[in-house]
C-alpha cells in the first residue's frame, strides 16, 4: 500500500534518515522500532508530507506522494496520530473532531463518521463541550485518535499512542489499535512497548540512527536475538 | 468641570474606542494566528482612508457604504500579500518581519503621500457637524454610526471565528500549528485568510474614520502604534479583549485630553500600556500567567 | 596599544587585520578626497553605525528588540544642549549627567520588563511607548523649547572648537568617526566577555542560560545600560552637529526605525553588521533624493522614501541574515572575531 525507496531526511546539516526502504502492506499492521532519535517521527512526518525529502521517493497506492504538501497527502487518506498527541487545546472536543474532518475526502460524510467516533469512544461524546485541554492524557488520545478517523483515513500512522499511559490504558490503547485492523484500517504503528506491539504487528522494521537495520515478521523480529537484546533487556 | 460634560466625553471616548477595537482586532487576528506583528497596520488604515475619500469625492459614495467594498477589496489585497510575500517570512525571526513590515509601511505612507501630498483631505457629508442630545449630553451623529459599524462588522468577526467550520479551522491554527499540519489543514490558505480578513478589518475601520478625520499620511504611525497598544492591553489573541481594550484607551484618551491639553492623549493610552505591561503582562483578557 | 584592542587585534588572521586597518586607515584620510557633501554624508554614516553598534548589543548579542533606542539619542541631545545653553556647561563635562540620565531611563524601562520576563514585541512596545512619551513630554515642557525646538547658538569662529563642539565639519567627521570605532570596539570587547558570553547565552537559550545560573536580570540590564550610554553620548554629539532639536524629530518613531534597519540589514549580531548596514544605507537615502530629483527635475516628497521602502524589503527578502555574513564569506574575511 505505502513503499518507500532510499529515503534521506536532513535536518539542516544533520541527516535524521539515512536511505530508508520500507513497505508497508494494506490491511495489517506494520511496526517501526527504535530508539530515541532514531528518526521514527521524522519518517512519520516525512510521509505525511510535514518534512521534505532530501532524495528517495515515497509511493502510496501506486502513486509518488513525494513532495505533495501535507494537506494534500492528508486528503489521499494518509491520516496520522501524532507523537504527544496535539490535540487543539482550546477548542472543544466536538470541534476538535470537526478538524479532523475538514479534508474533502471527509466533508459529506461528516456526520456519520462523527456518530462513529462517539460510539467507539463513549467518552468523548460524554465531554462533547469540554475544552480539549482540560482532558486527561487517555482521553486526549481517543481524541487524537477519534480526529483522525474523522479523516476517514486507510492508512493511519500511530506515533508512541501509549507515551504517558497507565499499563492497564496502555493494553486498551493496543486494542483499540488491533481492532481498527481487523476492520480493514492499514496501521504503522510506532511503540514504546516493543514487546506489545510486535506480537500485533504483522511487520516490523528496526530503525537505527536513522537506518534499516532489520527487518521480518512481527514474531522473527521479536525473536531476534539483538532485538531481544536492546529493546527488551533480554 | 461639569459632571454633564464629562459623561458626554466618556460616551464620546466609547464611541471611538470601538472604531479604536476594529482596527485593533483586525491586527490582533493577524498577530495572533500568522504571528507576524503588521507594522502597516496604521498605514493601511490610512490607505482606507484615502480611497474612502476618493469614493466619496468622485462618486459622492458615502464613507460608512464605502466601508465594505474598501474591507472586500483589502480582503482580497490582504490574503495575495500573505501569499506571494508575507508567507515565505513566517518562520523567519521576529525582527527579519519587523523590517519587511517597515519597507512595507514606508511604501505605503509615501504613496499616499506622494499622490495625496501631505495636507489634509477632507470629505466633507451633509451630516458631519449633526450631533444629538440624549438627556444632558451631546453626542456626534458620524461617530455613533462608526461606532455601530464597527460593533457590527467586529461581531459578523467573532460570529466566523465561533460559528464555521474555517473560522474553528483558523483558530485551530492559532492553538496548535502542529496539529493543524497534522490533521491535514491547509495552513497557508488559512494563513492568508486571516491576514486578508485582519486587513478587511483595518480597511472597513479606517473608511469609517474618514468622517471623523481628514486623512493625512502622518496619521498612519500613530496608528499603528494604538492599534499595537489595544491589542497588547486587551490581551493577545482576545477579539473580545481587544474590543474593550479600544474602549477603555478610548475612554483613558477622551478623558485625559479633557483635563490635559489635547496633544497629550496619547499619554494617556500609553500609560494604560505601562500599566498593563507591569501588573498583568497577557493582557486584560489574555490567558496564563 | 590598549591591551583590549591588542588582543582583538590578535585575534583576527593576517588577512582579517589588513583589511580592518585598510579600511580604518581610509576613513581616517577620508577628508583629503572628499567633498562637503560627501563628507556630511560620511558623518552620518558614522553615526548609525555608532548607535547601530549599541543597539546591536541589545539586540544582536543579548536578544531584546528595542524599537525606542531614540529616547537615548534624544535625551542625551536635550540634556547637554540644555546644559550648555542654559549654564553654559560644555558638551563634554555635560555628557556625563547626559548619559546618566539615559541610562537612569534604561534603568526603569529594564526594572519594568526584565523583572516579568518581558520580551519580544511586548518589551519593543513598552520601550516604543517610553519614547512617545518622552516625545509627549518635550513638546509641551516649555522650558525645553517645546514644539518649537531647541536651539543651540552658533559660536563666533575664533571661539570655537573641540571643547565646546562647535567646529565644523571636519571636526565632526573625525569626532564621529571615533564614535564609531569606540563603539565598536566596546561591542568587540563585551562580546568577548564574561557579559558578552552570558548575552549569548540569554539570546540562545534562555532556559539553559537560568540552568547555568547565570543572573539574566542583571545580564539584561548591563545589556540596555550599555547600549543607552552609547546612544546618549551619540545623541549629544548629534545635537551639537545639527545644533537644533525638536521633540517631533528627536523621538520619532521613525528614528528608532533608522537607527536598527542598519545593523539588521548588515547583519544581526555581528560586529560588522551595524557598520555595513550604515554604509549601504544612508548613502542609499542620499542617492534616492538624489536621483529622484534627477528624474523628475524636482523634490518629490515620498518618492525617494517609497523607493526606500521597497529595496528594504527586496534586500530582507534576498538576505536572510543580512549582508555581511555572505558577503565576508565571499571576500575570503570569514568570521572569527571580526564576525
Ligand atoms: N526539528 C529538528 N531539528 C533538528 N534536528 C531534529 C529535529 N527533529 C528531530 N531532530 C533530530 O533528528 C533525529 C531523529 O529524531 P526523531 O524525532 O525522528 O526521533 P524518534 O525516533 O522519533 O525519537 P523518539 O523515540 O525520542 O521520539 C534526532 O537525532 C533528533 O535530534
Ligand atoms: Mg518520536
Known amino acids: 500500500m505505502l513503499s518507500i525507496r532510499n529515503l534521506s531526511v536532513f535536518y539542516g546539516d544533520a541527516q535524521a534518515l539515512d536511505n530508508v526502504s520500507l513497505d508497508v502492506p494494506a490491511g495489517s499492521i506494520t511496526a517501526i522500532v527504535g530508539a530515541n532519535g532514531a528518526g521514527k517521527t521524522t519518517l512519520i512526518r516525512t510521509i505525511a508530507g510535514m518534512l521534505s525529502a532530501a532524495s528517495g521517493e515515497i509511493s502510496y497506492k501506486e502513486r509518488i506522494i513525494t513532495g505533495l504538501p501535507g494537506h494534500q497527502v492528508c486528503d489521499l487518506g494518509i491520516g496520522q496520530v501524532a507523537e504527544g498527541r496535539q490535540v487543539f487545546p482550546t477548542l472543544t472536543v466536538e470541534e476538535n473532531l470537526a478538524m479532523g474532518a475538514m479534508l474533502p475526502r471527509a466533508r459529506a460524510s461528516r456526520k456519520r463518521n462523527l456518530e462513529r467516533v462517539y460510539t467507539m469512544f463513549p467518552r468523548l461524546s460524554e465531554r462533547r463541550r469540554q475544552n480539549a485541554g482540560t482532558m486527561s492524557g487517555g482521553e486526549q488520545q481517543m481524541l487524537a485518535i477519534g480526529r483522525c478517523l474523522m479523516g476517514e483515513p486507510e492508512l493511519i500512522m500511530f506515533d508512541e499512542p501509549s507515551l504517558g499511559l497507565s499499563p492497564a490504558l496502555v493494553s486498551d490503547m493496543l486494542a483499540t489499535i488491533g481492532s481498527l485492523s481487523q476492520s480493514g484500517l492499514t496501521c504503522i504503528l510506532v511503540e514504546q512497548n516493543v514487546a506489545q506491539s510486535l506480537k500485533l504487528s504483522a511487520y516490523a522494521y528496526v530503525l537505527e540512527n536513522g537506518r534499516i537495520v532489520l527487518s521480518g515478521s512481527g514474531a522473527a523480529v521479536l525473536g531476534d536475538d539483538r532485538v531481544r537484546q536492546a529493546y527488551l533487556g533480554l | 468641570m461639569s459632571l454633564t460634560l464629562s459623561a458626554s466625553v466618556i460616551v464620546q471616548g466609547v464611541l471611538t474606542g470601538l472604531v479604536y477595537g476594529l482596527m485593533a482586532l483586525g491586527l490582533s487576528v493577524i498577530f495572533g494566528i500568522v504571528r507576524v506583528v503588521n507594522f502597516a497596520h496604521g498605514e493601511f488604515a490610512v490607505l482606507a482612508m484615502y480611497i474612502a475619500y476618493l469614493l466619496f469625492f468622485w462618486l459622492k459614495l458615502d464613507p460608512f457604504l464605502a466601508a465594505l467594498p474598501i474591507a472586500a477589496l483589502f480582503f482580497g489585497v490582504g490574503y495575495l500579500l500573505q501569499r506571494a510575500l508575507i508567507n515565505s517570512f513566517v518562520a523567519r525571526a521576529e525582527h527579519d518581519q519587523f523590517i519587511l513590515m517597515v519597507g512595507l509601511a514606508i511604501v505605503l505612507v509615501n504613496g499616499c503621500l506622494m499622490i495625496f501630498g501631505p495636507e489634509a483631505r477632507h470629505a466633507e457629508l451633509s451630516y458631519s457637524l449633526d450631533s444629538w442630545l440624549a438627556g444632558p449630553l451631546i453626542i456626534d451623529a458620524v461617530r455613533v454610526y462608526a461606532a455601530i459599524g464597527s460593533l457590527v462588522v467586529a461581531l459578523m468577526l467573532l460570529a466566523f471565528f465561533r460559528l464555521t467550520d474555517t473560522g474553528t479551522a483558523i483558530r485551530a491554527c492559532a492553538d496548535n500549528r502542529l496539529a493543524a499540519a497534522i490533521v491535514g489543514l491547509d495552513t497557508r490558505r488559512l494563513y492568508a485568510l486571516t491576514f486578508g480578513l485582519g486587513l478587511a478589518c483595518v480597511g472597513a475601520a479606517g473608511a469609517m474614520q474618514t468622517a471623523i478625520i481628514d486623512p493625512n499620511p502622518s496619521l498612519a504611525p500613530g496608528m499603528t502604534l494604538l492599534a499595537f497598544t489595544v491589542v497588547i492591553v486587551g490581551g493577545l489573541g482576545s477579539l473580545i479583549g481587544a474590543l474593550f481594550a479600544g474602549i477603555l484607551i478610548g475612554v483613558a484618551e477622551a478623558l485625559s485630553s479633557l483635563v490635559m491639553a489635547p496633544s497629550m492623549k496619547s499619554l494617556a493610552s500609553f500609560a494604560v500600556l505601562v500599566l498593563v505591561l507591569v501588573l498583568r503582562p497577557q493582557g486584560l483578557f489574555g490567558k496564563g500567567g | ?339
Request: aromatic residues 10%.
Open chain 3, 1 to 339: 596599544m590598549h591591551p583590549t584592542l591588542h588582543r582583538l587585534l590578535g585575534q583576527l588572521d593576517r588577512r582579517q587585520r589588513l583589511a580592518f586597518l585598510g579600511l580604518v586607515g581610509a576613513l581616517i584620510l577620508g577628508p583629503a578626497f572628499l567633498d562637503r557633501y560627501l563628507m556630511s554624508i560620511m558623518i552620518l554614516v558614522f553615526w548609525y553605525a555608532a548607535v547601530g553598534q549599541a543597539w546591536n548589543i541589545m539586540m544582536g548579542f543579548c536578544g531584546q528588540l528595542s524599537l525606542g533606542h531614540c529616547l537615548y539619542s534624544g535625551i542625551g541631545g536635550y540634556v547637554a544642549a540644555l546644559l550648555w545653553v542654559n549654564y553654559g556647561i560644555p558638551p563634554w563635562l555635560a555628557a556625563v549627567p547626559a548619559m546618566g540620565i539615559a541610562c537612569a531611563c534604561g534603568i526603569v524601562i529594564g526594572w519594568l520588563a526584565f523583572r516579568y520576563d518581558i520580551g519580544g514585541v511586548y518589551f519593543a512596545l513598552l520601550t516604543i511607548a517610553f519614547a512617545e512619551m518622552a516625545r509627549i513630554a518635550f513638546d509641551n515642557w516649555a522650558g525645553g523649547g517645546g514644539a518649537a525646538g531647541l536651539f543651540i547658538p552658533l559660536i563666533p569662529a575664533a571661539d570655537a572648537g573641540l571643547w565646546t563642539l562647535s567646529g565644523g565639519p571636519l571636526q565632526f567627521y573625525y569626532l564621529m568617526l571615533g564614535l564609531a570605532i569606540t563603539s565598536f570596539v566596546a561591542a568587540a570587547a563585551l562580546r568577548a566577555s564574561r557579559l558578552g558570553h552570558e548575552w549569548l547565552a540569554i539570546r540562545e537559550e534562555p532556559e539553559a542560560a537560568r540552568a547555568l545560573g547565570i543572573d539574566i536580570y542583571r545580564a539584561k540590564l548591563a545589556a540596555i545600560i550599555v547600549s543607552a550610554a552609547i546612544t546618549s553620548l551619540a545623541g549629544v554629539f548629534y545635537a551639537f552637529y545639527q545644533r537644533n532639536l525638536f521633540p517631533s524629530d528627536a523621538f520619532d518613531v521613525s528614528r528608532s526605525i533608522i537607527m536598527i534597519m542598519g545593523p539588521i540589514v548588515g547583519g544581526l549580531g555581528t560586529l560588522m553588521g551595524p557598520v555595513i548596514g550604515a554604509l549601504i544605507l544612508t548613502p542609499l537615502g542620499q542617492i534616492l533624493i538624489a536621483l529622484t530629483e534627477r528624474l523628475v527635475g524636482h523634490a518629490v516628497p515620498g518618492a525617494s522614501l517609497l523607493a526606500y521602502g521597497a529595496l528594504l524589503m527586496v534586500i530582507i527578502s534576498t538576505n536572510a541574515n543580512g549582508v555581511w555574513p555572505g558577503l565576508s564569506r565571499r571576500l575570503g574575511l570569514a568570521p572569527r572575531a571580526l564576525r
